[in-house]
């Protein structure tokens, strides 16, 4: 089956750094947009940045400078580095891809989100 495994997340201490990975695995074709959402306590999930097919990168606001996302196609993942890390930026953080999965209409997934406490 089609699967984004994500890994990386932990607790880290106000200023530190951070580093995401993400792997999408199964039975697909194609990868087209892969990035990365988060969502904090009591708050919507919001975009952190995504890498688009052409390999144009797009940050959601509140994190843009802080948050780099590497796309390696070679090997299907992409990855988040997060430096100077604030207690707002606590959350659960969820890779998200488009994939291209044969005789499948679906095309968004999502993984199961790697959890990132962030404490002064």
């Known amino acids: 089956q089609v699967q984004l495994v994500e890994s990386g997340g932990g607790s880290v201490q106000t200023g530190g750094s951070l580093t995401l990975s993400c792997a999408a695995t199964?039975?697909?074709?194609?990868?087209?947009?892969m990035g990365w959402s988060r969502r904090r306590p009591g708050k919507e999930r919001e975009l952190v940045a995504v890498?688009?097919?052409?390999?144009?990168?797009d940050s959601g606001e509140p994190v843009k400078g802080r948050f780099t996302v590497f796309r390696d196609n070679e090997r299907d993942q992409v990855t988040l580095q997060i430096n100077n890390l604030q207690e707002e930026d606590t959350a659960v953080y969820y890779c998200?891809?488009?994939?291209?999965?044969?005789?499948?209409?679906?095309?968004?997934?999502w993984g199961q989100g790697t959890e990132v406490t962030v404490s002064a």
């Open positions: 998200n891809a488009d994939l291209v999965v044969p005789a499948t209409i679906k095309s968004d997934y």
């Open positions: 199964g039975n697909f074709l194609t990868i087209n947009d």
């Open positions: 890498v688009r097919t052409g390999g144009r990168t």
